[in-house]
């Protein structure tokens, strides 16, 4: 697995967002900070149970930021070319679970 950045920044809207990363339990986190009054939040991509991945936030309630924000995670990363597997689309032999 690629060595992930401690912080990087993406940009939303016209806005640029800081993204902190932390790994717990071999599941990559990304803490997003903010230019404006939101409040920062922390998002993962994570298995459903049939097994699709999917970008939610932790704790649960930001889905929709999630769905924006995750995307470019990925796009960083691919700029990049250090797509790191726990943000690919290909799926491991066994899911992470939170």
């Not at 903010?34 to 970008?55: A, E, G, L, N, V």
């Not at 999630?66 to 470019?72: D, K, W």
């Amino acid at each position: 697995m690629v060595e992930l950045e401690k912080i990087f920044y993406i940009e939303l809207a016209g806005q640029k967002l800081q993204v902190e990363t932390a790994t717990i339990s071999k599941q990559v986190l990304f803490h997003i900070c903010f230019p404006d009054h939101r409040k920062p939040f922390t998002i993962s991509r994570i298995y459903s149970f049939d097994r699709q991945r999917f970008w939610t936030s932790i704790p649960e309630g930001r889905f929709r930021e999630a769905q924006q924000i995750g995307p470019l995670i990925e796009a960083y990363y691919r700029a990049k070319q250090q797509i790191p597997e726990t943000v690919s689309q290909t799926a491991p032999q066994e899911a992470n679970s939170i």
